[in-house]
Structures are given as C-alpha cells and as structure tokens.
C-alpha cells in the first residue's frame, strides 16, 4: 500500500555539510527504496514529504527520526495514497528564494500538478513562514 508522509523538524544552524550529507544519503538509499518526494529547508526547520510503500517508509523513517542532525519532529499527514504525488523527485530538495514574500508563489511554480491539494497547502504555508 502506497502512503504519503509529512513531517516538520527542527534543526537551528544546521551546517551547509549537514544538509549536504543529507542529500547524499537520499540519493545513496531512496531510489533503491522507491521513496519520492520532497525535502525543505528554512534555515530553522525541515519539512519533508516520503512516498513509498510502508515498509519502505518504515525503513527509512527509523533511520530519520532517529537522526541527530534534527529532533522534534511532528508529523503533519500519514495518508494511504492511490498515486504518487511527486513520481519524478528521488528527493527534491526545495531551495526557498531568499524574498519571503515571494516564497509561495516561487514554490507554487516547482510542485507537481499531481500533488493533493492538503499536502499541497501545508508545504506552501511552511514555505512562507518567517
Ligand atoms: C531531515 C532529514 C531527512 C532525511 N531524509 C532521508 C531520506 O529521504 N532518505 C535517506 O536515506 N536518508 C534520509 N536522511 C538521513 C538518515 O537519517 C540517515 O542518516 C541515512 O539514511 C543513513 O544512510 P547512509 O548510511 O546511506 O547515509 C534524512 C535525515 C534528515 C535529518
């Protein structure tokens, strides 16, 4: 059963090298898992969207909740899904334009049209977060 996972986390002054590791793991484990989606930094916090089957999403998300780089994570949407939302993204990792008023429109252009309207507003509203 394919499901579709949201979470925010917290990492303050996360180092450049962090956030580069990060990417690299996703692009070592996720397309051998079938894990898409998507990964967005603000500086302060991570907002990330796992499509996957469940075990696959189970696998992973051991591994990242248990993952010193963030903590407090709070999950937004644990949904059964019938179709990936973002099929073509291993793990995109969003970059938010400096300009935060122009955030949500800048992120609105780069989302899949076949992304859920739910997932879809909460990603943009974190997005335009100070
Ligand atoms: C915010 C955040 C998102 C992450 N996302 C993924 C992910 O999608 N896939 C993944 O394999 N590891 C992800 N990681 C890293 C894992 O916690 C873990 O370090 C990694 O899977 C270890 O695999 P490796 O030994 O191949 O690097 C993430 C970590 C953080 C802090």
New binding site residues.
């Given amino acids: 059963m394919l499901r579709q996972y949201l979470y925010v986390?917290t990492?303050p002054g996360l180092e450049r090298d962090d956030l580069k590791?990060?990417i690299?793991?996703?692009e070592?484990?996720?397309e051998e898992?079938g894990?898409t989606?998507l990964?967005v930094?603000n500086g302060r916090n991570?907002l990330?969207l796992?499509e996957g089957e469940e075990a696959d999403l189970l696998w992973?998300m051991r591994?990242?909740s248990?993952?010193p780089?963030?903590s407090g994570l709070s999950v937004l949407e644990d949904v059964a899904a019938e179709e990936r939302g973002c099929p073509d993204w291993l793990?995109r990792h969003i970059r938010l334009v400096d300009k935060i008023e122009d955030r949500r429109a800048s992120l609105e252009e780069q989302l899949p049209s076949g992304l859920n309207d739910q997932l879809k507003r909460i990603i943009l509203n974190f997005a335009a977060l100070n």
């Fill in positions: 986390s990492a590791g990060i690299e793991s996703c070592r484990n996720n898992r894990i989606g990964l930094y991570f990330q796992l992973v591994r990242i248990t993952d780089r963030h793990m």
